[in-house]
């Protein structure tokens, strides 16, 4: 029961960007289309998977001064790897994200995660957390590209579907990010309160 | 002391081990990225030289960042191809400078031409910046190709 609900917790009920309001840097940053936030999620999935999974496994062992460099190490070695098998294996996809791959290092979800949970919490429900916790961040990122692209350049996943001249170019600018995130979070917000 | 020489001890083992697990994924993705990165520079050479000639590659400065430009020039020093490799323009906006219906407007052009936005070029509504700096960055590769020969 409680595997469940920390696997699920993060989807909706605890959504590291529109409940937590964690991680708001990248959001902002490669929303602004939907491939790119797909493939920033895969990414964050990866190094969040792996990172809770690592903490939650040398936790016994992780002095509680030096925990927090610990984790940087962990998290910046994931991130390495995952930088290093995109520029191999889907450079396209490595040249839309640039300089944000690296900047996974101090995505605040990642590292929040690793001191929240994973260092309080056994192996598996830390694995379920770092999942549910992906999945409520892919959730949220490719809601946000798919609303931005359409609204903002006339097609989805690059796939044009009116002419983006009567496109209103400001929802791929920074400010469509914080429109658009903030239409979501009240309309969120709204149903939680519909449901209670 | 002694517990400070203890962390910094626990720190360094996972420290090596991190480095060595580094060591292990780039002894095998390194010769693919090189390759990658090969491949790519070579295709982006073959599309902006459709016939002989030379690729100058040029970076003039943009609205926000350089702009990395590859231009392919023939021998009579006429530009045949232009490509935009990397840049960091306002997207929607200055970023629209990589669409070929900008960039084909420079085929054909030579450094006797002005090559100024307004007089032979039509410049990106609400990107003026971006738009100048790839005319600037295609007068720089005309007269690099001339100085070349």
């Known amino acids: 029961m409680s595997l469940l609900k920390d696997f699920n917790q993060g989807i909706i009920a605890e959504n590291p960007v529109l409940r937590l309001m964690i991680g708001l840097c990248p959001v902002l940053a490669v929303s602004n289309n939907a491939t790119n936030a797909l493939g920033m999620s895969a990414a964050v999935a990866f190094v969040l998977i792996c990172s809770n999974w690592v903490v939650a496994m040398i936790r016994k062992i992780t002095p509680d001064e030096i925990r927090i460099p610990i984790f940087i190490i962990v998290i910046s070695t994931f991130v390495t790897i995952s930088d290093y098998v995109m520029q191999a294996f889907t450079p396209e996809l490595h040249h839309a994200l640039g300089v944000f791959v690296p900047l996974i290092v101090v995505n605040c979800i990642i590292l929040g995660r690793a001191e929240a949970f994973a260092y309080r919490n056994p192996v598996l429900n830390s694995i379920l ?37 009567v496109a209103a170019t400001v929802m791929i600018l920074p400010p469509g990010a914080f429109i658009t995130i903030g ?14 | 002391m002694g517990k400070i020489l203890k962390l910094a001890f626990i720190l360094a083992v996972f420290c090596i081990i991190s480095a060595g ?129």
Do not use: H
Request: charge should be positive; glycine fraction near 10%; charged fraction near 20%.
């Open chain 1, 129 to 165: 957390d770092g999942i549910g916790m992906s999945m409520g961040f892919a959730l949220a990122l490719v809601s946000i590209g798919v609303i931005r692209e359409v609204l903002g350049a006339g097609s989805v996943f690059g796939i044009a579907l009116f002419n983006p001249a």
């Open chain 1, 183 to 196: 239409i979501l979070m009240a309309f969120l917000n709204k149903m939680e309160n519909k449901v209670q």
């Open chain 2, 21 to 149: 697990s580094l060591a292990f994924v780039y002894m095998f993705t390194q010769p693919k990225i090189d390759l990658n990165r090969k491949i790519a520079y070579d295709l982006s050479v073959k599309e902006v030289l459709p016939q002989p000639g030379k690729a100058v590659s040029v970076s003039p400065r943009g609205y926000s960042g350089p702009i990395n430009m590859l231009v392919g020039v023939d021998r009579l020093g006429k530009l045949i191809g232009i490509m935009i490799l990397n840049q960091t323009e306002t997207p929607g906006l200055g970023a629209n400078v990589s669409r070929p219906i900008f960039l084909n407007q420079f085929i054909g052009k030579t450094d006797k031409d002005p090559i100024e936005p307004k007089i032979d070029i039509d410049a990106i509504t609400g990107a003026t910046i971006s738009s100048r700096a790839v005319c600037s960055g295609v007068k720089q590769a005309l007269e690099k190709a001339r100085e070349a020969k």
